[in-house]
Structures are given as C-alpha cells and as structure tokens.
C-alpha cells in the first residue's frame, strides 16, 4: 500500500509540475503576444503624432478701444495680432474664438470679423504709427494654405463687442483666450491678461487714431 501510495504521490508532483509548465508557457506566449500589441498601439500613437500638426500660438499684441463711430452700436473693438509656429504636419487652422473673461461677469465668446481695409495704430513710446491692412488677415493666411513644418504665419484678427465698455475691456486683470482648431479639430489656445505695458514681449499700442468702415459687412 504505501509503494502505490507513494507512486500516486509522485506522479501528482509530476502532473501538477506539468501543469504549471503548462501555464508558464501559455504565460510567455501571451506576454509576448501582449507585448507585441503594446508595441504596435505606440508605433499608431507615434505615426498618427508625426502626421499631426504641433502648434505653438502666441499673442504679439492686441488693442482694445471703442467701436468705429461708423457701426450702428457702440460697444469694444479689439485688434489681435497672433503669430502661429508649426512643428508638426502641415494643417490649415480656423474656427477662431476671442474669450474675453471679464471680472464680476460671464465669459464673452467672440467670433472674428472681416478685418477693414485698414487700421492705423497709435503711436506707443519710442515706436511710429502701425497700419494694419486687410492684407494682414490671419484667417485667410491659414485658413486655405496649410502651416508648413516648421513655418511662423503672422496676421491680425478682428473682434467687435457690442454693447460693452472699452473700459470694462481694459480693465487689469482681463484674460483674452484666442483659441483655433486644426484640420483634425484638435484645439489650441494662447491667452494674454491685461494690463498689456508690464508684458515686454507683447506689443503695447495706447489705442486706434483711424479705421474706415468695412465694405464688407461683418461675418
């Protein structure tokens, strides 16, 4: 009796010494299928990285003052010149929004206007007058023509709030969010607070001495 006992027990060592040979090697398998999966889902990650564009805006200036005595309301204009790099894909960008977070209120969500033919900036200190043009149009330089790879597109946009103070929107502590998708609808933003002179690397003009009515009427 206790051979055959001790042979069942010698062979249950071996079965479950099988058995976890077994596991182990479904295991490796699996692992090294697992690990194959993970592989290619960061080889996809990085091939649909490459073939997106990176984005890095930045606000160069921005002028708020009162609406052209020319337009039916009264109300804030503001002038934003943006400057867009690209170190990814080449990609077209639009869908623009100025978010004006102004204090004691809720946010204004603005849409950009056709740009007159021009706008002449008053003069800061120690610089000349600036004229901006219709020529300048951020939206139209990147809307149609696609941001090449490490190219630097420059231009000015254009933003009317009727009804509100151009007090209220020069007041410290104003952040402006200039937000824009991609061609894939990815989002990007820059933001810039007030008061614009205590920023050295944004443009400070005092305000607007000149600005025609636009032919076209507002988009």
Do not use: C
């Not at 204090?103 to 033919?117: D, I, Q």
């Amino acid at each position: 009796m206790a051979l055959f006992a001790k042979a069942d027990y010698v062979r249950a060592i071996w079965a479950t010494l099988a058995g976890l040979g077994i596991v182990a090697t479904v295991y490796q398998v699996w692992s090294k299928e697992r690990r194959k999966v993970i592989d290619l889902e960061e080889q996809l990650v990085k091939e649909q990285e490459h073939n997106r564009p990176k984005f890095s805006a930045h606000i160069d200036f921005l002028v708020p003052d009162k609406m052209p005595d020319a337009y039916p309301v009264g109300g804030t204009s503001v002038l934003v010149g943006a400057s867009i790099v690209n170190t990814g894909a080449p990609s077209i960008a639009g869908v623009w929004r100025l978010i004006v977070h102004l204090s004691n209120s809720a946010p204004l969500v603005l849409e950009p206007e056709v740009l007159p033919p021009s706008i002449t900036l008053a003069p800061s200190l120690g610089r000349s007058s600036t004229v901006i043009s219709s020529a300048d149009a951020l939206y139209e330089k990147v809307s149609h023509d696609p941001i090449a790879t490490g190219a630097r597109v420059s231009g000015a946009l254009w933003f009317l709030a009727p009804n509100v103070a151009v007090q209220k929107m020069r007041e410290s502590g104003v952040r402006y969010v200039l937000a824009f998708q991609d061609s894939h609808e990815r989002p990007w933003e820059t933001d810039f607070v007030l008061p614009g002179s205590t920023t050295p690397d944004v443009k400070y003009f005092p305000g607007i001495t000149s600005i025609p009515k636009p032919k076209q009427e507002p988009s």
